[in-house]
T-cell receptor, first 111, second 114 residues
Framework: GDSVTQMEGPVTLSEEAFLTINCTYTATGYPSLFWYVQYPGEGLQLLLKATKADDKGSNKGFEATYRKETTSFHLEKGSVQVSDSAVYFCALSFGNEKLTFGTGTRLTIIP | EPEVTQTPSHQVTQMGQEVILRCVPI?????FYWYRQILGQKVEFLVS????????KSEIFDDQFSVERPDGSNFTLKIRSTKLEDSAMYFCASRTTRGSEKLFFGSGTQLSVL
């Protein structure tokens, strides 16, 4: 079945460091890909998405590019802030139906 | 921004007891979901619900689970006889239409079965 594998956490970085969280997927067909973020005490929120190959999703300085050839959707940010500390989830879906998630990666940014 | 509200935030129960997890979706939303995450594992889909009936459910969602929208505002997940392995964070979610990409999640209920 469909699955998402994302980088094991936790990840700890200093403020202004470059961030990459890896995500790869296995699916039959071409799903939509998502990154969700969960800040402490809050629900999961959609961070960015891409619906077809070579699309780049971006939001709040984060970016991810849908790579069909490597079945990947890695999350990147050039300069992280303390406020980016959260748990990040990669996910896929077909036709905006149920989401298939990865395990989540806890990110901690230290000043 | 509107929110999905889940109560309680933490629930502790004894094995074999019934629990009801409560969610108040956003008021104009029509599609409702439950997901769960066992500690250290992936967030898993449990069930989707539309027009007062289940539209899809996973293998996890067996006869011990049920969902209900009793009064047009609440959306509940009931586990009839809890097992140790039901311990997890349970997330409720809702969206306006089937085609809407934006899924709104609650902050979760941490269920601990002792």
């Amino acid at each position: 079945g469909d699955s998402v594998t994302q980088m094991e956490g936790p990840v700890t970085l200093s403020e202004e460091a470059f961030l990459t969280i890896n995500c790869t997927y296995t699916a039959t067909g071409y799903p939509s890909l998502f990154w969700y973020v969960q800040y402490p005490g809050e629900g999961l929120q959609l961070l960015l998405k891409a619906t077809k190959a070579d699309d780049k999703g971006s939001n709040k300085g984060f970016e991810a590019t849908y790579r069909k050839e490597t079945t990947s959707f890695h999350l990147e940010k050039g300069s992280v802030q303390v406020s980016d500390s959260a748990v990040y989830f990669c996910a896929l879906s077909f036709g905006n139906e149920k989401l298939t998630f990865g395990t989540g990666t806890r990110l901690t940014i230290i000043p | 921004e509107p929110e999905v509200t889940q109560t309680p935030s933490h629930q502790v129960t004894q094995m074999g007891q019934e629990v009801i997890l409560r969610c108040v979706p956003i008021s104009n939303h029509l599609y409702f979901y439950w997901y769960r995450q066992i500690l250290g594992q992936k967030v898993e889909f449990l069930v989707s619900f539309y027009n007062n009936e289940i539209s899809e459910k996973s293998e996890i969602f067996d006869d011990q689970f049920s969902v209900e929208r009793p009064d047009g505002s609440n959306f509940t997940l009931k586990i009839r006889s809890t097992k140790l392995e039901d311990s997890a964070m349970y997330f409720c979610a809702s969206r306006t239409t089937r085609g809407s990409e934006k899924l709104f999640f609650g902050s979760g209920t941490q269920l601990s079965v002792l």
